[in-house]
């Protein structure tokens, strides 16, 4: 490519768009009484999700991590009692780059004190039709999706038979690992480009996919993760939960994510312990959730690919 | 030999996939939130012409496919193969008539083309996107009703049919997309 690298990727009326979402959000959230803060970009604490990778950096000697989210630094303001709040700022992670990837982005998230999942979802359906102009709404169970799409309960399915789902539907260049590893890529190619070209807000996700959610028994009594996403014409713009508050049960969660991590030769680094403290000394009940800023432009202005709306992305940065 | 990953994989780089050579269309990092990261990419199979769509783990990684591209010219053919030269060193290459496809019906002698290169044989023939060829048999022209700007077959000397003015005669020479047989005008006379 001749093309000059120190220019921007992103047109003028991109950049515009940007800023008025960025003010638009501000304004919801002041009316709302939500209060916006910051919490550390560069911490000594990394992620442990399995499928998350930090960026590694150096601060006085000592390694330092970029947040891949600001979720713990938030969650410890919530325990310390400080209510409802927002971040709106930089996040990375490692590796991820693409059409709608670049591995530093703009990140939302928010946490609702006293609020559940679907309380939270409901203001996110808010939030997106007042930003998108978008009134159309549906939710739905992830079973319900996935029973409407390809009449399969993901729940109760055998690994045989999401293996045989997916050998029917993709071409894959290796064999699934796990029931989980199916699943995934069901939804991200299979259901996901199905989606309408609303809002779609889908819950109760597998157990085995809690991450930071509490796990309860749904309807027909099967354990299921209290976490929701949020997409736009089949785009994932957000991830939600009824954030566990069990410091034990975290604590497990934190040690099977670095043990899994272990055993899959992937970096083990250290992980929130001060989350776990702060939910020894007492969490409240709330929900929370993230939203991806940059897709959330490249929706409002139509952008097919995240470097139409970022300035520098990671090739020019 | 040298081998990508999945972060590497960009349009043009050849792969091997399933034994066969493969140049890459389009990659695409596909991640849900939550959960495992892919790559879905589309590889065009250079030996079919076939376009796969095949999705990765990623940081799964493919061998580099030994395929280069090189202008030649097209010398003659012999009945059973077609031959070509590299113009700079002289050296030639055989190809048959698989290999050559669709392309020879748009080749003629001392044109340059395209010959693409696999382990150093021929594995496929791309003619010039505009080839300048004489009309060897036509219906005769219907002068008059030009303004009805119809089209009638036209066989060019290579052996191609294409849809030429009702106006062209045999022995004129006209100019052709190859890519679409589309005719684009009666070719200058120098």
Not at chain 1, 41 to 58: G, M, N
Not at chain 2, 60 to 68: G, H, I, Q, R
Request: glycine share 8%; aromatic share 8%.
């Amino acid at each position: 490519m001749s093309d000059a690298l120190w220019r921007p990727t992103a047109p003028l009326d991109n950049l515009r768009c940007r800023a008025s979402l960025l003010a638009d959000i501000r304004r919801f959230f002041s009316e709302r009484e939500v209060l916006e803060v910051e919490v550390p970009v560069l911490s000594r604490r990394a992620t442990s999700d399995p499928h998350i990778e930090s960026i590694s950096a150096e601060c006085s000697g000592d390694k330092a991590y970029l947040a891949t989210s600001p979720e713990f630094g938030l969650k410890r303001l919530i325990a310390g009692g400080f209510g409802d709040c927002y971040y709106l700022g930089k996040a990375f992670r490692n590796g991820e780059a693409g059409g709608r990837h670049n591995p530093e982005f703009t990140m939302l998230e928010w946490y609702r004190h006293g609020w559940d999942d679907h309380r939270l979802m409901i203001e996110v359906g808010e939030l997106l039709s007042r930003l998108l102009k978008i009134t159309r709404v549906c939710s739905y169970s992830y079973r319900a999706l996935f029973l409407q799409m390809l009449g399969l309960d993901p729940h109760r399915a055998t690994f045989a038979e999401l293996k045989a789902c997916v050998s029917e539907k993709l071409e894959l260049s290796f064999e699934p690992a796990g029931r989980d590893e199916c699943l995934d890529l069901l939804m991200s190619h299979y259901i996901e480009p199905r989606m309408s070209s609303g809002i779609t807000l889908l819950y109760d996700f597998p157990a085995s996919q809690a991450a930071l959610a509490r796990v309860e028994k749904d309807e027909q009594g099967v354990p299921v993760a209290r976490r929701f996403e949020a997409y736009v014409g089949g785009m994932e713009l957000a991830n939600g939960y009824w954030e566990l508050t069990d410091a034990a049960e975290q604590l497990r969660r934190f040690e099977a994510d670095q043990r899994y991590r272990q055993e899959n030769d992937k970096a083990v680094r250290p992980f929130e312990d001060r989350l776990v403290e702060a939910l020894i000394a007492g969490m409240p009940d709330c929900a929370g959730v993230a939203l991806g800023v940059d897709r959330l432009v490249m929706l409002a202005c139509k952008a097919e690919r995240i470097e139409q709306v970022i300035a520098f992305p990671i090739d020019r940065a | 030999m040298a081998s990508y990953s999945t972060n590497e994989f960009k349009g043009g780089l050849k792969v091997m996939l399933d034994g066969d050579p493969c140049s890459i269309v389009e990659n695409e990092f596909v991640k849900p939130g939550k959960g495992q990261a892919f790559n879905r990419v589309k590889l065009r199979n250079l030996k079919t012409g076939r376009v796969w769509e095949r999705t990765f783990r990623s940081g799964e990684s493919l061998e580099s496919a030994d395929v280069m591209d090189r202008d030649m010219e097209y010398l003659y053919n012999d009945g059973e193969f077609y031959h070509f030269m590299e113009p700079e060193t002289f050296e030639q290459h055989q190809a048959d008539a698989t290999t050559v496809g669709d392309a020879a019906k748009w080749l003629k002698e001392q044109d340059v083309c395209v010959v693409t290169l696999y382990n150093g044989s021929p594995l496929a023939v791309t003619p010039p996107n505009h080839v300048i060829l004489e009309i060897t048999d036509t219906d005769p022209g219907v002068r008059g009703d030009t303004a009805q700007g119809g089209t009638k077959p036209a066989t060019l000397v290579t052996g191609a049919v294409v849809k030429v003015p009702l106006f062209l005669e045999i022995g004129e020479t006209i100019k052709v997309d190859t890519r679409t047989a589309e005719y684009l005008g009666r070719a200058k006379e120098d």
